[in-house]
């Protein structure tokens, strides 16, 4: 679940310019050291330095995210967006280490950042494993 929405992203969601059903989505590893601010971090080109290298079967400007999801609970009074998992596999070295995952809008005019994904300590995945970020999602409460 995404740890901290951007703040421009709850603005371009209030003025309509955010499209879950119809816009392509992505998430992409950030590198060693990156540390996310919600009031900085607005579109995609203010966190692409801060991406993980190409290579050992991670592609710079993340994955594509697929089969949205949206759902409303008013148990616990928040709304959700869910992709599939994210997955790349690591051949001829290691992918990572990476913090965390920034989510994207990439039909956005300006590449909206959605929000960030914390792992908590670094992630990495060796050589043949699977780096996977499991039902990546967005949360409005």
Not at 18 to 32: E, P, R, V
Not at 62 to 89: C, H, K, M
Request: charged content about 15%.
């Amino acid at each position: 679940m995404a740890s901290e929405l951007s703040n421009h992203y709850k603005h371009e969601l209030h003025a309509g310019l955010i499209d879950f059903d119809g816009h392509t989505f992505k998430i992409a590893l950030m590198a060693t050291g990156f540390t996310f601010d919600k009031d900085a971090h607005a579109v995609w080109a203010n966190v692409s330095a801060s991406e993980l290298s190409n290579g050992n079967g991670y592609t710079t400007g993340g994955a594509t995210l697929a089969n949205v999801a949206i759902s409303e609970d008013d148990t616990n009074d928040r709304s959700d967006v869910t992709w599939d998992n994210a997955q790349w596999t690591a051949s001829g070295g290691s992918i990572g280490p990476s913090p965390g995952a920034i989510i994207y809008d990439d039909t956005h005019a300006s590449d909206c950042i959605i929000g960030f994904i914390d792992f908590t300590s670094d992630q990495t995945a060796t050589d043949g494993g699977t780096f996977t970020i499991s039902s990546p999602t967005v949360r409005l409460t």
